[in-house]
């Protein structure tokens, strides 16, 4: 569930977790909570602690280099 930011009277910061269905009944009954926008997080780019990509996932980009000699699609994962 999506988290949202909200500003209270004394200027403070406070997060909400709800359904996007819910934000707008939530809005309304609190009236004295700003809601400010904010940029989501992302999940990181790496597959593992080691930052290594599994050697399974490699296997079939192999594979598929294979099947696709010409292709550089691949080129920089395996």
Known sequence: MPVYNFINKLGELEQHTLSYN???EFKTNNPDLQYT???PSFIGGVSNDSGR???G???RMR???QKNPLSKAVDHLI
């Open 53 to 55: 990509l599994p050697e």
């Open 57 to 59: 996932f490699k296997d």
């Open 37 to 39: 926008l904010s940029t």
């Open 63 to 65: 594979l598929l280099k």
């Open 22 to 24: 819910d934000l707008e």
